[in-house]
């Protein structure tokens, strides 16, 4: 569950690094729960869009007092739990408990696009059209995990969206091969900048909460983004609005859970 959550929207490689030292320090869900939202913000480092911290906080808490300190593993109860979707109900289905579901990830439809419907891109998301496609490949035994986890690791190193390395591919046949390798339907995704969004000055602001142990003033927040007050404002009010950051009856600032005072 942890490293599902972690690795939303973020490359494994920079999940590795932090994933040992949080599951040791957190084992369980009630441990995690017991920790501070702030505790869980600063081992969250630069993993980035720490509102997953938040939630996997609010996650564990449930399992811990709602699920006797258990992950559970029937889908539907772990698609309703805080942070949980479609997606991280069914990787913790198939890779924590063995069971043979389909997890359909952007490399999963881009390997079953080419390899079965002979198109270079997997066109838009269908929930139902892309667990179906996979199901129907998928092995229902002992093996469908790692049959899960070869699609997935198959789409991020050999058929990938830009230069795909067909001359190392294991597949004996493939349709998009067949038909002579057609172009996409569609442009190349545009990759999303991070320098000098409103991500990057979220970022800078928790950067120095997590560097202070106690409340900081508005003006150290300043320091962080000089160059445009405005966006520097609309950050620091998303953050509070998130409940990653609290303001303290003083009027400083603080991470969520952050000493006794922290008020909104």
């Given at each position: 569950m942890v490293s599902e959550f972690m690795l939303q929207q973020t490359p494994v490689a920079r999940v590795l690094p932090?994933?040992?030292?949080?599951?040791?320090?957190?084992?369980?869900?009630?441990a995690t729960s017991s920790a501070s939202p702030a505790d869980l913000l600063r081992a969250w480092g630069k993993l980035g869009y720490p509102r997953r911290a938040k939630r996997l906080h609010e996650c564990a808490t449930v399992i811990a007092s709602e699920h006797d300190d258990v992950v559970p593993a029937d889908i539907e109860t772990l698609a309703a739990l805080p942070g949980v979707g479609s997606y991280t109900a069914r990787a913790v289905a198939c890779f924590a408990y063995r069971q043979p579901v389909p997890v359909v990830d952007t490399n999963v439809?881009?390997?079953?696009?080419?390899?079965?419907?002979?198109?270079?891109?997997?066109?838009?998301?269908?929930a139902v059209r892309d667990q179906a496609d996979v199901s129907d490949l998928l092995p229902h035994d002992e093996t469908a995990p790692r049959f899960s986890a070869a699609l997935m690791e198959l789409g991020a190193t050999v058929c990938t969206a830009r230069s795909p390395r067909c001359g190392l591919c294991p597949l004996s046949e493939c349709a998009w091969q067949l038909a002579g390798y057609p172009p996409a339907s569609r442009p190349a995704r545009r990759v999303q900048r991070y320098a000098g969004t409103d991500r990057q000055v979220r970022g800078r602001l928790l950067d120095v909460l997590r560097d202070?142990?106690?409340?900081?003033?508005?003006?150290?927040?300043?320091?962080?983004?000089?160059?445009?007050?405005a966006q520097r404002d609309r950050a620091l009010n998303s953050l509070l609005l998130d409940g990653l950051v609290v303001q303290t009856a003083a009027g400083r600032f603080a991470l969520a859970g952050e000493g006794d005072d922290a008020r909104r």
């Open positions: 932090v994933w040992p030292d949080w599951v040791a320090r957190w084992p369980t869900p009630s439809r881009r390997v079953v696009a080419r390899a079965v419907h002979g198109n270079a891109d997997a066109g838009r998301p269908s202070n142990d106690s409340p900081v003033t508005g003006g150290q927040l300043d320091m962080a983004w000089q160059s445009d007050a």
